[in-house]
């Protein structure tokens, strides 16, 4: 071997080795590229969750306040349904009772001028008396025969139509209670001056009365009622009459 070949061989160590670094440095970068491009979407895979997150946590709160201001609002619709529905009825109760107060009004007015008619012109307290005890006893008819309270809508309990009818007499028997109990209470307190108010007192019990009862298919027969308000002005007027005639006794 020439000292040529042994400079060679030296030469080409040195390329080698520097060809070792060289290749060595370019594996390192590599690696780390590597490592860059493995590590990098992870975070921000890691960022990219936590913003999804704190997302969802916001859009539950947004939802949640929407909700909340909803269910507010519809409450405050309902409270604004139910006050004004209020408000309806209380105008129609002051516009009815104004109504009733101006019709009391002017029955006091008149019954101030003595304006009162009898119905009845019997001749003796007694006449008087046989009248009312006729009124009564028809009354009493009325209620046999089923005429004082009718059905007007059959109904059947349990399937059975007997049953139903059954109950419905009941209805009828608690019916006319509640409206002669009225009856007796208001005519008990008849006077010269309230005969007129205490008869549509009268009137509007039955009203009353027919329309709570409704639902339950009965009602008072207006012959009831006007049998009741003949014996309104026979007790009235017999009321006047034993007066007149105690006060002539006396004279």
Same mark, same amino acid.
């Given at each position: 071997? $020439?000292?040529?070949?042994?400079?060679?061989?030296?030469?080409?160590?040195? #390329?080698?080795?520097?060809?070792?670094?060289?290749?060595?440095?370019?594996?390192?970068?590599? @690696?780390?590229?590597?490592?860059? #491009?493995?590590?990098?979407? $992870?975070?921000?895979?890691?960022?990219?969750?936590?913003?999804?997150?704190?997302?969802?946590?916001?859009?539950?709160?947004f939802s949640n306040r929407k909700n909340e201001s909803t269910t507010k609002i519809d409450e405050l619709t309902n409270q604004q349904t139910l006050l004004q529905s209020?408000?309806?009825?209380l105008q129609q109760e002051i516009s009815e009772c104004e109504g009733q107060l101006t019709s009391v009004k002017d029955d006091v007015s008149m019954e101030d001028f003595g304006l009162y008619k009898p119905r009845y012109n019997f001749a003796s307290a007694l006449d008087y008396k046989d009248k009312l005890d006729?009124?009564?006893?028809? #009354?009493?008819?009325?209620?046999?025969?089923?005429?004082?309270?009718?059905?007007?809508?059959?109904?059947?309990?349990? $399937?059975? +139509?007997?049953?139903?009818? @059954?109950?419905?007499?009941? +209805?009828?028997?608690?019916?006319?209670?509640?409206?002669?109990?009225?009856?007796?209470?208001?005519?008990?307190?008849?006077?010269?001056? +309230?005969?007129?108010?205490?008869?549509?007192?009268?009137?509007?019990?039955?009203?009353?009365?027919?329309?709570?009862?409704?639902?339950? $298919?009965?009602?008072?027969?207006?012959?009831?009622?006007?049998?009741?308000?003949?014996?309104?002005?026979?007790?009235?007027?017999?009321?006047?009459?034993?007066?007149?005639?105690?006060?002539?006794?006396?004279?």
């Amino acid at each position: 071997m $020439g000292i040529f070949d042994a400079f060679k061989i030296k030469d080409y160590k040195e #390329q080698i080795s520097k060809l070792e670094i060289e290749n060595k440095q370019l594996q390192e970068k590599a @690696s780390i590229a590597l490592t860059m #491009q493995q590590m990098e979407p $992870g975070t921000l895979q890691e960022l990219i969750n936590q913003k999804k997150d704190e997302l969802v946590s916001l859009e539950k709160v947004f939802s949640n306040r929407k909700n909340e201001s909803t269910t507010k609002i519809d409450e405050l619709t309902n409270q604004q349904t139910l006050l004004q529905s209020k408000i309806t009825r209380l105008q129609q109760e002051i516009s009815e009772c104004e109504g009733q107060l101006t019709s009391v009004k002017d029955d006091v007015s008149m019954e101030d001028f003595g304006l009162y008619k009898p119905r009845y012109n019997f001749a003796s307290a007694l006449d008087y008396k046989d009248k009312l005890d006729t009124v009564r006893k028809n #009354q009493k008819e009325m209620i046999r025969t089923e005429i004082a309270c009718e059905i007007f809508r059959p109904m059947s309990l349990d $399937g059975s +139509n007997s049953k139903g009818r @059954s109950m419905q007499k009941k +209805n009828c028997k608690q019916l006319i209670r509640s409206f002669n109990g009225e009856c007796e209470a208001a005519i008990s307190k008849v006077t010269y001056s +309230n005969i007129d108010r205490i008869t549509k007192r009268i009137e509007k019990s039955f009203e009353q009365l027919n329309k709570l009862n409704e639902p339950n $298919g009965v009602q008072l027969n207006s012959q009831y009622l006007y049998s009741k308000i003949d014996e309104l002005h026979l007790a009235y007027e017999y009321a006047n009459k034993k007066q007149a005639e105690k006060c002539s006794y006396v004279n």
